[in-house]
């Protein structure tokens, strides 16, 4: 079945600290994959995005992500912590062969920084 | 700056009632989304529609109906609510997937609580 999975259902990292989340995808072709991210009580907002192209993705606010097709799998990295990134993180993809633009997500990581 | 809105950030509303959540976007997009959002399940879609009078299902339309009459207004109805229907919705819109670089845009959300 297609998936969208995010292993780590809680993260705690020090501020200044370097940061890995992961999410892995099962799909029959590469998809369109996303982060986005949600502060507390808040809507979502778009991190970076791959489409197609060079497999490292430059975003906003410092983060980057890459895309490794051999494991299926589209990591979101940041290499020094704030404590404004304390949120919660969700991967999310479209199946580049569907029909129409749907999001899957994953069921996100929350990221907890501590001083 | 595109701007989705949902008309509500708390409802809170008796079993039994019909409630309509109310979305609205200024970006001409085709695509409009409702999401539900629960805690350790991520955002599942309800319902989605690419173009006015027209949906689709997503993977948890039971209990909810949608109606797009303008192509900028997205309205989620639940016809009969109910306690496990006590959430946090989520509207989206996008352009229509193809050669475009597209993303999804959300709201802001409703935080739904019925009692």
């Known amino acids: 079945a297609q998936s969208v999975t995010q292993p780590d259902i809680h993260i705690t990292v020090s501020e200044g600290a370097s940061l890995e989340l992961r999410c892995n995808y099962s799909?029959?072709?590469?998809?369109?994959l996303f982060w986005y991210v949600q502060s507390p009580g808040q809507g979502l907002q778009l991190l970076l995005k791959?489409?197609?192209?060079?497999?490292l993705v430059q975003g906003i606010k410092g983060f980057e992500a890459e895309f490794k097709r051999s494991q299926s799998s589209f990591n979101l990295r940041k290499p020094s912590v704030h404590w404004s990134d304390a949120a919660e993180y969700f991967c999310?993809?479209?199946?580049?062969?569907?029909?129409?633009?749907?999001?899957?997500f994953g069921k996100g990581t929350k990221l907890s920084v501590i001083p | 700056d595109v701007k989705v809105t949902q008309s509500s950030r708390y409802l809170v509303k008796r079993t039994g009632e019909k409630v309509f959540l109310e979305c609205v976007q200024d970006?001409?997009?085709?695509?409009m989304f409702w999401y539900r959002q629960d805690p350790g399940l991520g955002l599942r879609l309800i319902y989605f529609?690419?173009?006015?009078?027209?949906?689709e299902k997503g993977d948890i339309p039971e209990g909810y109906s949608v109606s797009r009459e303008k192509k900028e207004r997205f309205s989620l109805i639940l016809e009969s609510a109910s306690t496990n229907q006590t959430s946090m919705y989520l509207c989206?819109?996008?352009?229509?997937?193809?050669?475009?670089?597209?993303?999804?845009?959300f709201g802001q959300g409703t935080r739904l609580t019925v009692v």
């Open positions: 989206a819109s996008s352009f229509l997937k193809g050669d475009l670089d597209t993303e999804a845009f």
């Open positions: 970006m001409d997009h085709e695509n």
């Open positions: 791959y489409f197609s192209g060079d497999t």
């Open positions: 999310a993809v479209v199946p580049s062969g569907a029909g129409s633009y749907q999001l899957t």
């Open positions: 799909y029959g072709a590469t998809p369109y």
């Open positions: 529609s690419y173009d006015v009078k027209m949906k």
